[in-house]
């Protein structure tokens, strides 16, 4: 019997049986005129509030969380590991009860958080492992937050989490001090950290592929026990989501210097303790391709301010020229397409589903995403696999993804690989809709990550998705 079982339940074909795969099973329905789009609020502002407020001595409410993704929960739970209360509002601002069987996830009904701040020196060293799930964001603060304890810190995340590099980072915990150990081959979590950290009067970052690290030394900047210099290199990457960092910092009282690079400690304090996050902009390119699909207009409940998009708010710009009117409150398609350039060195979010939309409409190109493959997976070719599963041609040569216009969806054959991204599975969610037969997706929750209610949006629109177990042998 056991040698059956293990042969059954094998992870490859070559020596057994293989595994299931959990998957989505989409059998789009009749037209769809209309279609209702809810923007989650922006991961990128509500994780660095959410580490800005644990460090603060208020009580501060964030607002507009009520179907925050796994990304923010993620930092949230880690957090409350650190000795952080953090206490869930319902709509009329009462507090609501965590289910036992549930506490690493918000209370049913939440739209808003009350974070009770512990102060510059009031995180504890968690006595479990912090998992920062699918967040690259919330693993590169914890790892600097953790750098001020005197004891080993283990951190880890899912297997895409695992499979990305994370050089630049435990360079500078090194240069901080910082005992870091990991494992070796692919795989660079989990990674055990242990200071007390011992900062540098100067030191060096590498932006070219990532600012998360900057961001993380930043926002672990009010516990400093002394000042530092923070110089940046190479060709600077994501600039939008770094000024942000830098801007909520001042916004909550570091000294100006750190334009500059002059770190210095600060206790953060929030005007009014109450914070409205933004929605996420990078999830209108979503709607944008929905639309497209779909030929229907899509009703979102609102746009973020420019200021707010990180980069994101390109999406206005090419609007035009992919055939689609985008307003504050409604996406339509309306007018004729035309090949564009689409620059992404600050929006590399996009790359994906951007590219579907240069496929449906007249084409082009996406330039200065090269980056891009230094995300969950690497989307530059990732990006190119996927279109390709769907019929969709494009090309990924000298950081230049080029995509044929005036394409058609074609019924992809066997099971949607999505590379365990969770802006690959959505894609391939909504260019399923683009199909006339059932349609399999890799990732039944992957979704989840950024956008909770991206399966069920569809669901309500008359589509049936159901989660399965796909048999892959």
């Known amino acids: 019997m056991g040698k059956a079982w293990v042969k059954r339940w094998s992870p490859t074909l070559k020596d057994g049986m293989g595994s299931l795969i959990p998957a989505l099973e989409i059998t789009p329905g009749a037209s769809i005129d209309e279609l209702t789009w809810n923007l989650p609020p922006s991961k990128s502002h509500a994780i660095r509030w959410l580490a800005l407020a644990a460090q603060s001595e208020q009580e501060v409410v964030l607002n507009g969380l009520g179907n925050a993704g796994q990304d923010i929960v993620s930092m949230r739970r880690c957090l409350g590991q650190m000795g952080v209360l953090i206490t869930d509002l319902g709509s009329n601002g009462e507090a609501l009860e965590v289910s036992t069987n549930h506490d690493d996830q918000p209370a049913k009904g939440s739209v808003a958080w009350k974070i009770h701040g512990v102060g510059t020196n009031g995180l504890q060293p968690p006595i479990s492992v912090l998992h920062a799930g699918n967040s690259g964001t919330a693993l590169r603060i914890l790892m600097a937050l953790c750098a001020r304890f005197d004891v080993p810190v283990m951190l880890d995340g899912d297997a895409s989490l695992r499979s990305r590099n994370h050089d630049v980072m435990i360079t500078s915990l090194k240069k901080f001090g910082v005992k870091v150990s990991y494992g070796a081959s692919v795989e660079g979590l989990p ?39 923070l110089l940046a290199s190479g060709e600077g990457v994501s600039l939008r989501h770094s000024g942000l960092t830098k801007t909520l910092c001042e916004r909550t009282g570091a000294k100006r210097g750190l ?101 449906l409409a007249g084409g082009g190109s996406i330039v200065g995403a090269q980056h891009a493959a230094f995300k969950e997976t690497d989307r530059t070719h990732g990006t190119t696999a996927l279109l390709a599963q769907f019929g969709l041609l494009s090309t990924f040569e000298n950081g230049i993804l080029s995509v044929e216009g005036g394409q058609a969806i074609v019924q992809p054959q066997g099971l949607v690989r999505t590379y365990g991204d969770h802006r690959m599975q959505m894609t391939a969610l909504v260019l399923a809709m683009g199909c006339k037969d059932t349609v399999l997706v890799e990732g039944s929750d992957l979704h989840e990550v950024a956008d909770p209610e991206a399966v069920q949006r569809w669901k309500s629109a008359g589509v049936s998705v159901e989660n399965i177990l796909h048999q892959p042998w």
């Not at 592929?209 to 009010?222: E, F, K, N, R």
């Not at 600060?266 to 996420?280: N, Y």
């Not at 035309?338 to 994906?352: F, G, K, M, R």
């Open 191 to 229: 990674l055990l950290v242990e200071g007390p950290w011992s900062p540098p009067e100067e030191m060096e970052l590498d932006v070219s592929t990532s600012s998360q690290p900057m961001t993380a030394w930043h926002l672990a900047a009010p516990a400093l026990p002394r000042g530092l210099k």
């Open 259 to 359: 334009r500059n690079g002059e770190l210095e400690p600060w206790v953060p304090t929030i005007t009014d303790a109450s914070v409205h996050l933004p929605l996420d902009a990078s999830m209108l390119s979503f709607a944008c391709l929905a639309a497209k699909v779909a030929g229907a207009s899509v009703l979102l409940n609102g746009t973020p301010a420019t200021e707010d998009a990180l980069g994101n708010e390109v999406l206005f710009e090419v609007a035009p020229s992919l055939g689609l009117l985008l307003t504050e409150r409604s996406i339509t398609v309306e007018g004729k397409a035309s090949p564009i350039e689409v620059n992404l060195q600050h929006a590399n979010d996009l790359i994906t589903p951007l590219a579907a939309l240069l496929a």
